[in-house]
């Protein structure tokens, strides 16, 4: 009847069976328990999964399929929605694939927040410390753990909010310090010795 709100199919519609297209349209529904069990079908096309995942990370992570369609298109997250790697970027465990997907593809844009991220590897910072841009190295010399030798090599980057971020780390090898104590650039200067002053 006209004037009559549209009934809403409830979230356990859906069946091992709906189909793809189905699927494809139920990604729009308006009901998030809806598009969270999108989310997770198996039947559900790589490409919505993409358009779900800024709201459903965990869900799509989970879908049983996502292995499968993952070896059938090693380019699969390339369509995916720079939303949707922000949402995987906010999760504590962002898996592997993702981020080697996003060290060999990303912008620097998406590469800054996993650059800060926790998870990840030795392996994976020391890719991200030799970045064109400066952003993402100066966001490797701000974590909080990182190999001598590579708090060296980052002292001294040629951009100097690289060597900035380096500076302003809470503590340093004594080398490391006095080598920006006497940098090039007055604010790297003051900054180092402010936070590792020299010892008489």
């Known amino acids: 009847m006209a004037g009559e709100t549209e009934l809403v199919p409830h979230a356990g519609v859906l069946n091992a069976r709906t189909p ?7 990604a729009r529904h308006p009901d998030p ?3 969270a069990q999108v989310a997770r079908h198996p039947n559900t096309p790589a490409a919505v999964l993409g358009a779900l995942t800024a709201d459903f990370p965990q869900e799509v992570l989970a879908n049983p399929a996502l292995p499968l369609l993952r070896l059938a298109d090693p380019h699969l997250l390339r369509g995916w929605p720079d939303a949707a790697f ?3 970027l906010r999760r504590p465990d962002v898996p592997v694939w993702v981020r080697t997907h996003l060290i060999r593809h990303a912008r620097p844009e998406l590469l800054i927040p996993l650059a800060q991220h926790p998870c990840l590897q ?4 020391l890719i991200l410390a030799r970045h064109a ?3 993402v190295r100066a966001r490797i ?3 909080p753990v990182l190999p001598p030798g590579l708090l060296a090599a980052l002292a001294a980057d040629p951009d100097y909010g690289v060597r900035l971020a380096v500076a302003s780390r809470p503590s340093l090898p004594a080398g490391v310090a006095a080598v920006l104590r006497q940098d090039t650039s007055r604010f790297v200067r003051q900054v180092a010795e402010q936070a590792h002053p020299a010892r008489h």
Do not use: F, I, K
């Not at 793809?20 to 139920?26: G, H, I, S, V, Y």
């Not at 030795?122 to 910072?125: D, F, I, K, L």
């Open 20 to 26: 793809a297209a189905d699927l494809a349209d139920l």
């Open 141 to 143: 010399a701000a974590r």
């Open 86 to 88: 922000h949402a995987l």
């Open 122 to 125: 030795e392996p994976e910072v």
């Open 133 to 135: 841009a400066w952003l």
């Open 33 to 35: 328990g809806v598009r």
